[in-house]
């Protein structure tokens, strides 16, 4: 072990003191991640306001000259060709138009999350649907999805999965607040999409292989079985009337604070 002695005088006396140098580098390594995440958090802000912004000219100058809808669409083709010539790179026509949804959707700057980046942003105004829009913020917000995840999630049509549960005064409530566990129907999907393990409608696998599929893709597994389930055990021997067993899958939920066993069969 590696240590700096440093010296200080007080009061005519010589004060030894020393530091781990082993301490000192994971100490420095915690301020610089702290500092590149507030930078990145802090440019991200500047980000989103400097695109509303360009999103709030466009819809003052289609408003104040009057355009019709199908001048829209060529003023964006022109606006990007013009724009990336003066400033680079960035303002492609597509993104221009999500710039311009970001001002429609959100008339006050101050309503933009900064917890949500511009990639996340682009996923949520390609929803046409106000309510279905709003749930999958929210639930970005609380879950800390990834832009990747928010599109999976979007993509498995969670929002309306969750809807045709509920009624209307409900649906309102899951757009104003996102999922809320009352009960445990809350807590496990129903039904799964699995589509991130990329299996072939017409092709049947092992039990031993669609377990592996599982495995290989465990963190998105997790994240649609629902909220609070944690990998504990794969081929778990348990013992039922002094006869040995082996569960394909264990999982504990945090929540629920039990195991989840998952087989298609128990195997002894």
Not at 124 to 144: G, H, M, P, V
Not at 175 to 181: A, E, N, R, T
Not at 186 to 208: A, G, H, N
Request: charged content about 30%; proline content about 1%.
């Amino acid at each position: 072990m590696i240590y700096i002695t440093t010296q200080k005088k007080s009061k005519g006396l010589i004060v030894t003191k020393s530091v781990s140098y082993q301490r000192l580098i994971p100490s420095i390594g915690e301020i610089l991640e702290g500092g590149r995440k507030k930078a990145y958090w802090t440019v991200n802000d500047v980000l989103l306001e400097t695109y509303w912004g360009v999103g709030k000219q466009i819809i003052e100058y289609e408003q104040n000259g009057e355009l019709r809808a199908d001048y829209g669409q060529e003023l964006l083709k022109t606006l990007s060709k013009d724009l990336k010539q003066n400033f680079g790179k960035g303002f492609s026509r597509s993104n221009l138009q999500y710039m311009r949804l970001l001002y429609l959707k959100n008339r006050n700057c101050q309503t933009l999350s900064g917890k949500l980046s511009w990639s996340h942003y682009v996923e949520l105004l390609a929803i046409d649907d106000d309510l279905e829009r709003t749930f999958y913020e929210k639930q970005c917000i609380s879950e800390k999805w990834s832009a990747r995840e928010l599109t999976r999630q979007i993509d498995s049509a969670l929002f309306q999965r969750l809807a045709l549960s509920k009624d209307r005064k409900g649906v309102l409530l899951l757009s104003k607040k996102g999922q809320l566990i009352e009960k445990v129907e809350d807590i496990v999907k129903q039904p799964y999409v699995l589509e991130f393990l990329k299996i072939p409608e017409d092709y049947r696998y092992s039990e031993k292989g669609l377990e592996q599929r599982i495995i290989d893709n465990l963190q998105m597994f997790l994240l649609e079985l629902g909220k609070g389930f944690t990998f504990a055990s794969r081929q778990f021997r348990i013992t039922l009337n002094n006869k040995h067993y082996h569960v394909d899958l264990v999982f504990y939920h945090r929540i629920l604070r039990c195991f989840v066993l998952i087989t298609s069969r128990l195997a002894p």
